[in-house]
């Protein structure tokens, strides 16, 4: 069993920074390939940014390519999401979402586990 924790979200001005964490309790974290995820009132989750088990591969949503960073400390079992130059389109929950892979998918159903998430607005 895996539990992930989300935190980092905040309201912040469109052009801003934020740097969402996820603090994962499990053994063998490095086993888990993960991903982060957004979501919107009446909308499905979103693909936003996945990472590989060791961190050397990575992925991202088009409309976030140069502006979000994913990254992993498999030494503190955590994973990190830095967002620059936010836009209001970047406005959802997040979530961080974890699968016993190597590699990420883009498809949220083929993840094992998810954090409850962690909210993000985006003020023009």
């Known amino acids: 069993q895996v539990q992930l924790v989300e935190s980092g979200g905040a309201l912040v001005q469109a052009g801003g920074s934020l740097r969402l964490s996820c603090a994962a309790s499990?053994?063998?974290?490095?086993?888990?390939?993960m991903g982060w995820f957004r979501q919107t009132p009446g909308k499905g989750r979103e693909f936003v940014a996945g990472?590989?088990?060791?961190?050397?591969?990575?992925n991202y949503e088009d409309s976030v390519k140069g502006r979000f960073t994913i990254s992993r400390d498999n030494a503190k079992n955590m994973v990190y999401l830095q967002m620059n130059a936010l836009e209001t389109e970047d406005t959802a929950t997040y979530f961080c979402a974890a699968r016993r892979q190597w590699t990420y998918d883009t498809d949220e159903a083929l993840y094992d586990f998810w954090g409850q998430g962690t909210q993000v607005a985006v003020s023009s």
């Open positions: 499990v053994r063998n974290f490095d086993d888990y390939a």
């Open positions: 990472i590989n088990w060791y961190g050397d591969k990575t």
